[in-house]
């Protein structure tokens, strides 16, 4: 199954999250079937291609908690 969920990324202070469509079985960090946009929380910046977002929950991809949280702002 395919989800849209954050992928960390940057330094131990500085975390970037992109957040990405992913199997649900691959890792935090595993490599992402397409990167939607990013999240930097510091600044609090959010960047969403809402194509991208459209086209993967059109085929079945569930979108978390945590991105559903972010998409609203």
Partial sequence: MVKVRLLQVGAKN???????AIEESRA???KALDVIGYWYP???KVEIDKKKLE??????????????????K
């Avoid at 086209?55 to 991105?67: E, I, L, S």
């Fill in 14 to 20: 500085n975390l970037i999250f992109r957040i990405v």
């Fill in 28 to 30: 935090r960090e595993g």
């Fill in 42 to 44: 510091k600044k609090d």
């Fill in 55 to 72: 086209y993967w929950v059109g085929r079945g991809a569930q979108v978390t908690r945590a991105v559903e949280k972010i998409i609203s």
